[in-house]
Protein backbone atom coordinates (compact mmCIF):
# COMPACT_ATOMS: atom_id res chain seq x y z
CA UNK A 1 0.00 0.00 0.00
CA UNK A 2 0.97 2.98 -0.58
CA UNK A 3 1.31 6.55 1.86
CA UNK A 4 -0.89 9.48 1.53
CA UNK A 5 1.63 12.26 -0.17
CA UNK A 6 0.53 15.80 -1.12
CA UNK A 7 -1.39 15.18 -3.92
CA UNK A 8 -4.10 13.06 -2.16
CA UNK A 9 -7.36 14.15 -1.86
CA UNK A 10 -9.44 11.35 -0.68
CA UNK A 11 -7.95 8.40 1.21
CA UNK A 12 -10.20 5.71 2.31
CA UNK A 13 -7.86 3.03 4.38
CA UNK A 14 -8.69 -0.46 4.39
CA UNK A 15 -9.93 -1.39 8.11
CA UNK A 16 -7.33 -4.33 9.48
CA UNK A 17 -9.47 -7.43 8.39
CA UNK A 18 -11.50 -5.41 6.16
CA UNK A 19 -12.66 -6.91 2.59
CA UNK A 20 -12.29 -3.09 1.31
CA UNK A 21 -9.16 -1.97 -0.42
CA UNK A 22 -7.47 0.91 0.25
CA UNK A 23 -8.31 3.90 -2.24
CA UNK A 24 -7.25 7.25 -2.93
CA UNK A 25 -8.12 10.02 -5.17
CA UNK A 26 -5.53 12.48 -5.93
CA UNK A 27 -6.61 16.35 -6.53
CA UNK A 28 -6.47 15.65 -10.36
CA UNK A 29 -9.28 13.31 -10.12
CA UNK A 30 -7.17 10.02 -10.58
CA UNK A 31 -8.45 7.16 -8.57
CA UNK A 32 -6.09 4.61 -7.56
CA UNK A 33 -6.81 1.70 -5.94
CA UNK A 34 -4.05 -0.48 -3.50
CA UNK A 35 -1.56 1.62 -4.86
CA UNK A 36 -2.47 0.86 -8.94
CA UNK A 37 -4.44 2.91 -10.86
CA UNK A 38 -7.77 2.38 -11.23
CA UNK A 39 -9.10 0.88 -14.69
CA UNK A 40 -13.01 -0.41 -14.78
CA UNK A 41 -12.20 -2.62 -17.31
CA UNK A 42 -9.87 -4.62 -14.71
CA UNK A 43 -11.90 -8.25 -13.56
CA UNK A 44 -10.67 -7.76 -9.98
CA UNK A 45 -12.64 -4.55 -9.54
CA UNK A 46 -15.85 -5.36 -11.26
CA UNK A 47 -18.34 -4.80 -8.11
CA UNK A 48 -16.75 -1.10 -7.64
CA UNK A 49 -17.97 1.66 -9.66
CA UNK A 50 -15.99 5.01 -8.84
CA UNK A 51 -16.62 8.22 -10.54
CA UNK A 52 -14.46 11.69 -9.44
CA UNK A 53 -15.51 14.48 -10.91
CA UNK A 54 -13.29 17.19 -11.70
CA UNK A 55 -14.24 20.89 -10.63
CA UNK A 56 -12.15 24.32 -10.63
CA UNK A 57 -14.59 25.62 -8.26
CA UNK A 58 -12.30 27.20 -5.19
CA UNK A 59 -13.89 27.65 -1.97
CA UNK A 60 -12.99 31.17 -0.45
CA UNK A 61 -14.57 29.48 3.11
CA UNK A 62 -17.90 30.91 3.03
CA UNK A 63 -18.76 27.32 3.85
CA UNK A 64 -16.57 27.51 6.59
CA UNK A 65 -17.44 30.81 8.33
CA UNK A 66 -21.71 29.55 7.80
CA UNK A 67 -20.29 26.48 10.27
CA UNK A 68 -18.61 27.99 13.04
CA UNK A 69 -21.57 30.40 13.15
CA UNK A 70 -23.41 27.60 13.63
CA UNK A 71 -21.82 26.02 16.18
CA UNK A 72 -22.45 28.70 18.42
CA UNK A 73 -25.56 28.32 18.24
CA UNK A 74 -26.09 24.75 18.02
CA UNK A 75 -26.28 22.19 21.22
CA UNK A 76 -23.83 18.55 20.89
CA UNK A 77 -25.74 16.33 18.42
CA UNK A 78 -27.80 18.63 16.22
CA UNK A 79 -27.10 18.06 12.56
CA UNK A 80 -27.50 21.25 10.62
CA UNK A 81 -27.42 21.63 6.69
CA UNK A 82 -25.01 24.26 5.77
CA UNK A 83 -25.72 24.40 1.99
CA UNK A 84 -27.90 22.81 -0.82
CA UNK A 85 -26.91 23.00 -4.46
CA UNK A 86 -29.88 21.57 -7.32
CA UNK A 87 -29.63 21.16 -10.76
CA UNK A 88 -31.61 18.90 -13.44
CA UNK A 89 -29.18 16.52 -13.39
CA UNK A 90 -27.93 16.23 -9.54
CA UNK A 91 -28.56 17.64 -6.16
CA UNK A 92 -25.51 18.34 -3.55
CA UNK A 93 -26.04 19.07 0.17
CA UNK A 94 -23.39 19.63 3.41
CA UNK A 95 -24.39 18.89 6.17
CA UNK A 96 -22.41 19.03 9.64
CA UNK A 97 -23.01 17.00 12.73
CA UNK A 98 -22.09 19.15 16.26
Not at 51 to 70: D, L, P, Q, V, Y
Request: glycine fraction near 6%; hydrophobic fraction near 25%; aromatic fraction near 8%.
Amino acid sequence: MTNCNNDDWIVIKRIKGGKFPETRIDKNGNVFIDGKLYDENDTRYRHFSVNAERHNKISNGEETRKMIEMQKESQEGDIKTVSENRDKNKSESTTVKF
